[in-house]
């Protein structure tokens, strides 16, 4: 078991690289503090540049010696996942982390330019193309440093199994227009696990072949953390459920603050108690190894998304 997670709990991460998506407010920005208070360079991936500057001069405020870096990041955009990427290609030698954290719940339907329900896209398929793009970085970081110093870490929720639908992934109607608002959210936080699953089976220390940068990887569910996603739901049950039951979990200390949602994800990005053998693996609160769905532990299934994805992104020539 790991020892109770404080941001003193981590190594010093002197000389090395992060990006942190969605890491202006909430979950992002406590990850964002803990890994630059620990001497890293952290890019703050944001749509919004006068909130992200707002966010990075508050915690400078605290902490003036963090270097922390905008990125622009508008997860509701391909092609701004495509710029991010290359943004820290160019501007970067060496990538030790990536921690795909933004995310929305419960919103209404709506699609984005690019076609797609805006949870999906915003959630997994962008993040899934940010990761795409980066890995290249990432391995070759991966061959000149010590085993376990270059992680990918994707955040998931619980309701990956509890609003997830009979067939897992709908191939065939992939927006679930007719479905509710949480059922949408969950299919996107279950493709965020069978994506992280995927890229261990691929990519990380027991990949059977191809390149020796071999990359950590975990799936992190952060606990029920009071952030602006419980503000986001709205229209039918159970979306107006959760947010009347919402303000009712904060008195009664159901909800938990934002710096203790960071301590699973900095755990599994930066901390010597991550180990080799816990890559590819579902964290759940706090710091420990827990057990997905059924669905999100099929094999089959992952690999069936990735391709899906692929074809999708191969389609739209994202991936050239």
Known sequence: MPSKLSFDALPDLSGKVFVVTGGNAGIGKATVVGLAAHGARVYMGARSEQKALTAINEIKNELPEVDIRYLHLDLSSLSSAGEAANAICQQESALHGLVNNAGIMGVPFSKTADGYEIQFQTNYLSHWLLTYRLLPLLQSTARTSKSGDVRIVNLTSDGHERFQQKEGINFNDIGLEG??????????????????????????????????????????????????????????????????????????????????????????????????????????????????????????????????????????????
Request: net charge neutral; glycine share 8%; aromatic share 8%.
């Open 179 to 320: 479905a509710s608002a949480m059922a949408r959210y969950g299919q996107s936080k279950l493709a965020n696990i069978l994506h992280a699953k995927e890229l261990n089976r691929m990519y990380g220390p027991r990949a059977e072949e191809g390149d020796t940068g071999r990359i950590w990887v975990a799936a992190v569910h952060p606990g029920h953390i009071d952030t602006d996603l419980n503000r986001q739901a709205t229209g039918t049950a159970p979306e107006c459920v959760l947010k009347v039951m919402t303000p009712i979990m904060r008195i009664l200390g159901i909800l938990n603050d934002q710096e203790k949602g960071a301590w699973s994800s900095l755990w599994a990005i930066a901390s010597a108690e991550f180990t080799e053998k816990d890559s590819g693996a579902y964290v759940v609160p706090y710091m420990k190894i827990g057990k997905p769905s059924a669905l999100a532990r099929d094999e089959e299934l992952a690999k069936k998304l990735w391709a899906w994805t692929v074809d999708e992104l191969e389609k739209k020539k994202l991936l050239d």
